[in-house]
């Protein structure tokens, strides 16, 4: 006679299988399920499970202040632990931009771009290109470079945004445009200082603008130019 596997039987690959599954549908719903039996219980705790989990940016905004919440404070730490990519990715964003430590959130920017996120390698750039120095901006152009020629932009901003957005203005610590340092820096450009006037013309009348398929400038042959053009964009995301 047929008797189906007790679930307890089942073999630890399927088990963390379905933990995986079930944390990328919801925490609550992996918390039922580790709460069935104890193979489901040990396999949930599994860096691997935890590096699935999806976790809305509101939870884990409201899990990060709220004292209340110890449960989600130690789920969010143990997500770390195990290197989730998005959970870090957004502490760094609010180490860099929202008031915590700076020098944690570039370091763990770093990180996960190194991981092949592709929003913080759009950070990384980002920030390596509004340094002074030469070597730093080169580095950010090469960076924006590749995001670019793999047409990543416009969702790495549209990722950005949705860390930044929603966050108390008062303590964004916005990232200094300075004219006078632009990535462009040939007299014989003949785009050269103009990206100011296409973004305030581009944005003329438009609520949206971070895409950059639609006009801004993707239609200007100069990389370096195009790349002040991203600066003026980055850091009218946190307006
Ligand atoms: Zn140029």
Redesign the pocket.
């Known amino acids: 006679m047929y008797r189906p596997t007790g679930p307890a039987n089942l073999p630890h690959d399927v088990w963390t299988l379905i933990a995986g599954r079930t944390a990328a549908q919801s925490v609550r719903d992996l918390c039922s399920l580790r709460m069935l039996c104890t193979a489901a219980r040990n396999v949930g705790d599994e860096d691997f499970v935890y590096r699935c989990a999806n976790i809305p940016i509101w939870d884990q905004r409201w899990w990060s202040v709220s004292l209340m919440h110890q449960p989600g404070r130690n789920f969010l730490a143990r997500c770390r632990q195990s290197g989730h990519l998005e959970v870090l990715f957004r502490s760094a964003v609010s180490d860099l931009f929202l008031g915590g430590c700076r020098f944690a959130g570039t370091e763990t920017m770093h990180v996960v771009a190194a991981q092949g996120h592709s929003a913080a390698q759009y950070t990384v750039a980002m920030m390596l290109m509004l340094r002074d120095d030469a070597k730093s901006k080169n580095k950010g152009l090469q960076i924006f470079r590749g995001l670019e020629a793999a047409g990543v932009l416009t969702n790495c901003k549209l990722v950005f945004c949705g860390v930044v957005q929603g966050t108390w203005r008062h303590l964004r610590r916005l990232p200094r445009l300075d004219a006078e340092n632009?990535?462009?820096s040939?007299h014989a450009?003949?785009?050269?200082g103009n990206m100011g006037a296409i973004y305030r013309h581009q944005r003329y009348g438009r609520e949206w603008d971070v895409n950059d398929d639609d006009g801004g400038a993707a239609h200007?042959p100069?990389?370096?130019?195009?790349a002040?053009y991203e600066l003026i964009l980055f850091v009218h995301l946190f307006d």
Do not use: L, T
């Not at 450009?189 to 050269?192: T, V």
């Not at 100069?222 to 195009?226: G, T, Y």
């Open positions: 632009q990535v462009c040939s450009c003949p785009s050269r200007i100069c990389v370096h130019c195009r002040d």
